[in-house]
């Protein structure tokens, strides 16, 4: 009698898990996404957030960054070269790596001779210019709510192939002006003046920012902790 009640209980428990494991779990829950690929958890490593962060660029030969050169791969060959050059990365949740994944890819996409663009479209929880050590008084937020140029806002990384777009000041209605002309204006001029841009965008739960962005670039490239 205890076998089968401890039987049951794992039975229970296995139809009541809704967290992922693997990639069997999508087409079992008849999830039809497409899987690009895993990326390792990244130990804790003795070292600044900088190079923590940007692992691909301050350690090329590590796994990481050969799960990222696995991952461009994947994602190049997942749709025509045209349909690629603007790519969202979210997540449903917060703290699941997807600015991370984004840095990282974009680092990826950059030392594959990309002339590489990186906007921080997290206008609530904005990390590129902490980890780039740059001021952030002038990005995104000033370009949709008033008449400066797109040039204006791209700043070289230290990385070559690199730029990035910071967030700007914090604004008290994100998901309004990332809805509005200028940014559909500013993706346009990306898609003219880089190879690939990459948009890291906010966690979908409670917001609608990333659903925007998802809508006005050509693919969104959804981060799972697993």
Do not use: C
């Not at 958890?41 to 050169?69: C, D, G, N, V």
């Not at 700007?168 to 509005?180: K, Q, R, V």
């Amino acid at each position: 009698m205890e076998v089968v009640i401890v039987l049951l209980l794992i039975l229970v428990w296995d139809y009541f898990d809704d967290t992922v494991h693997s990639p069997d779990d999508f087409a079992r829950r008849g999830i039809a996404i497409a899987f690009l690929g895993p990326v390792p958890l990244i130990k804790a490593i003795e070292a600044p957030e900088q190079e923590r962060f940007l692992i691909t660029h301050y350690q090329p030969r590590s796994s990481a960054a050969e799960s990222f050169r696995y991952l461009r791969v994947a994602i190049n060959f997942s749709a025509p070269a045209e349909a690629l050059k603007n790519l969202v990365f979210t997540s449903s949740l917060p703290a699941e790596g997807k600015s991370f994944i984004s840095h990282n890819i974009a680092i990826s996409l950059a030392q594959d001779g990309n002339r590489t663009l990186l906007i921080d479209a997290d206008l609530r929880k904005p990390v590129a210019q902490r980890v780039y050590k740059m001021e952030n008084q002038a990005g995104l937020t000033n370009f949709l709510t008033s008449e400066i140029e797109f040039d204006t806002l791209v700043r070289q990384t230290f990385i070559e192939n690199l730029s990035v777009i910071l967030s700007g000041p914090a604004s008290p209605n994100p998901a309004e002006i990332l809805a509005s002309k200028r940014m559909v204006n500013l993706l346009q001029s990306a898609r003219e003046r880089f190879d690939r841009v990459i948009i890291d965008a906010p966690p979908l739960t409670g917001m609608g920012d990333s659903l925007i962005l998802g809508s006005i670039a050509s693919h969104v490239v959804f981060v799972i902790r697993s």
